[in-house]
């Protein structure tokens, strides 16, 4: 067991052993209670942000997610089938695609 002093403004440090045998890291949140028996207790909390979207941000995702004609017309066939994906094409497009500009080419 190990004795530990109230500081003046309230605070308490926790022995290194302690904290070492519960596995705790510096900055880990922890939440104080008191006890009926007028114990304070400590227990380390997991703290997990979240994110509450209004209905005008979940319609501007879905705007973002929409496909442009150009894009339905070249990859609607694929979309509809997934059989189809990878399309062959798509890796060698992209390389040729390097090979085929100056600035590319010279940086290599």
Known sequence: MNLIKLGKKGQ?????????QLGLAPDT????????????????????????????????FARENELTPEQLER????????????????GRKAAASRAEHPARAKRR
């Open 29 to 60: 949140p922890l939440l104080v209670e008191a006890t009926d028996d007028g114990a304070i207790l400590l227990r380390q909390v997991g703290v997990y942000p979240i994110e509450i979207y209004s209905d005008e941000r979940l319609a501007e």
């Open 75 to 90: 990859w609607g066939p694929v979309l509809a089938d997934p059989s189809q994906w990878p399309p062959p094409n798509l």
């Open 12 to 20: 308490v440090s926790i022995p290194q052993v302690v904290l070492r």
